[in-house]
């Protein structure tokens, strides 16, 4: 499995940004999908995730804000970032948890960065 994460960017606060996350491989649609974020000298937390049966969990911090979503035709997961505020600054990583095995793949990262 190969993620390809893309979106990231420089956004002035409250404005929005959408992530996206390409998976290769098979059977995409019964993965859970996710995404994770590291800020500057912080450890790497969870942000969104979503199950094949589409339910979500968020981070307390990203609540009301965020969205994530998932088109399992184009084995794609998205993340639309809205309200955004300069604590969202981090480098964001796609995360997937294989059904079976429970294995997980990472992307290589996308920054974004909001300024105030």
């Known amino acids: 499995v190969q993620l390809q994460a893309s979106g990231g960017g420089l956004v002035q606060a409250g404005g929005s940004l959408r992530l996206s996350c390409a998976a290769s491989?098979?059977?995409?649609?019964?993965?859970?999908m996710g995404w994770y974020r590291q800020a500057p000298g912080k450890q790497r937390d969870l942000v969104a995730m979503?199950?094949?049966?589409?339910?979500?969990n968020y981070a307390d911090s990203v609540k009301g804000r965020f969205t994530i979503s998932r088109d399992n035709a184009k084995n794609t997961v998205y993340l639309q970032m809205n309200s955004l505020k300069p604590e969202d600054t981090a480098v964001y990583y796609c995360?997937?948890?294989?059904?079976?095995?429970?294995?997980?793949?990472w992307g290589q990262g996308t920054l974004v960065t909001v300024s105030s």
């Open positions: 995360y997937l948890r294989r059904l079976v095995s429970q294995r997980e793949y």
């Open positions: 491989g098979s059977a995409f649609s019964r993965h859970v």
């Open positions: 979503i199950t094949a049966s589409h339910s979500t």
